[in-house]
C-alpha cells in the first residue's frame, strides 16, 4: 500500500508539473500576442489616425479659408482613413476567429471579374478602380471559393500594393489556370513599389512582421495566407520580378462550369 500511494503521489505530481508548464506556455503565448498587438497598433493605427486628426483639425479652424473642393477632398481622406481604421478592426477579429480554430469555409462558385470588384468595394476607395487592371484569358475557369474570405485576402493585397506603389502607378490583378498539379487557379496582385528584399519573402507572411525596409505589420498578409490555406491553396512572393513585387496565391476553379459568364 505504501508504494501504490508513493506512485499516486508521483503521478500526481507529474501531472502537476504538466499543468504549470501547459500555463506557463499560455502566459507566454498571451504575453507575445500582447507585444504583437501593441506592434500592430503603433505601425498600423498611427498614420491612419493621424491623417483623420489633422483633416478634422483643418476643418474646424475658424479663419480657415478653405475652397469646396479643399472641404471636399479633406471629407474624402477623412473617410478613406476611417475605412482603413475599420478594416484594421476587421483583421485583429479575423485573425481571432483563425487562431481560435473557428474559420468556416462556405464555398460558392464567382468569376474574377466579381471578386476584384467585390474587393475593391471591401477597400471603401482607398484603391480607386482606375489603378487597376484585371488580366484574365476569357476562357477562364469560374473561381469556386468563399468569395467573402477570397476577397478579404485580395482586399488586403490591392491595400498594401496601393500603399507602396508610386501616385499613378497600375496595379495589375491577374489570373490563369494553375501550371502546377493542384487543377486550380492562380490569382496575382502585382505593384510598382520598392519590392521585397529575398530575405524577407517568407516572414512577411508571418503575423505582425516587418520587411527589412521599414514597412508595416505584416497582419494582413498574415491573414492571407490563411483564407488562401484554409482552401487548400498556398501563396507566396513571385522570385522573377525585378521591379515592384508581384504576390501570387492559388484557390479551386469550378470543375462543372469551364468558363467565365
Known sequence: MGTFANQAALAVDRAQLREQA?????????????????????????????????????????????????????????????????????????????????????????????????????????????????????????????????????????DNAERVSPPGSVICVSARVSTGDDDGIEIAVADQGPGIALSDRTRVFEMFSQNGRGGRAGLGLAIAKAFVEAHGGVIWIDPKVDLGARVVFTVPRNNVSTART
Do not use: F, Y
Not at 471629407?75 to 484594421?88: F, T
Open 22 to 158: 501547459l500555463r506557463a506556455r499560455l502566459l507566454e503565448e498571451i504575453d507575445r500576442w500582447r507585444g504583437a498587438l501593441m506592434g500592430a497598433v503603433s505601425h498600423d493605427l498611427r498614420t491612419p489616425l493621424a491623417a483623420v486628426k489633422t483633416a478634422v483639425s483643418s476643418l474646424r479652424q475658424a479663419d480657415a479659408r478653405l475652397s469646396a473642393a479643399d472641404r471636399a477632398e479633406l471629407l474624402e481622406l477623412i473617410e478613406q482613413q476611417s475605412d482603413r481604421l475599420a478594416r484594421l478592426v476587421t483583421n485583429l477579429l479575423d485573425m481571432t476567429r483563425i487562431e481560435a480554430g473557428a474559420l468556416e469555409i462556405r464555398p460558392t462558385t464567382i468569376p474574377i471579374d466579381e471578386l476584384v470588384d467585390e474587393a475593391l468595394g471591401n477597400l471603401g476607395g482607398i484603391v480607386a478602380r482606375e489603378r487597376v487592371c484585371v488580366e484574365a484569358p476569357p476562357d477562364l475557369p469560374m473561381l469556386h471559393i468563399d468569395h467573402v474570405l477570397v476577397s478579404q485576402v485580395l482586399a488586403n493585397l490591392l
